[in-house]
């Protein structure tokens, strides 16, 4: 599985981006794709992740200003980030989640990451 993302750049505080990460190669059973950043200095974290299902997943910190959503057959998935902050500056990875055979559990797999950088 490869992911490429992007969408990223510089943008004033309050303003919005729009991220976007399209998987390619042996999608089937990809069940979760999401977002993640990290900040210089800090560690990865969760943003959004959006189930196969339709079920999404938030971090408080961006809850009500971002919005995930997927393409569930294009095995693709969107990040609408609005009234962005200083503080959601990081680089942002794809993930996408793919179940293995025979119920042998989950394996991950990361993009390239795009930068954000949000100006004050």
């Known amino acids: 599985v490869q992911l490429q993302a992007c969408g990223g750049g510089l943008v004033q505080a309050g303003g919005s981006l729009r991220l976007s990460c399209a998987a390619s190669?042996?999608?089937?059973?990809?069940?979760?794709m999401g977002w993640y950043r990290q900040a210089p200095g800090k560690g990865r974290e969760l943003v959004a992740a959006v189930a196969s299902g339709g079920g999404t997943v938030y971090a408080d910190s961006v809850k009500s200003r971002f919005t995930v959503s997927g393409d569930n057959v294009q095995k693709t998935v969107y990040l609408q980030m609005n009234s962005l902050k200083p503080e959601d500056t990081g680089v942002y990875y794809c993930r996408a989640q793919k179940s293995r055979a025979y119920g042998a559990g989950q394996t991950d797999y990361w993009g390239q990451g795009t930068q954000v950088t949000v100006s004050s």
């Open positions: 190669g042996s999608i089937f059973s990809i069940n979760a």
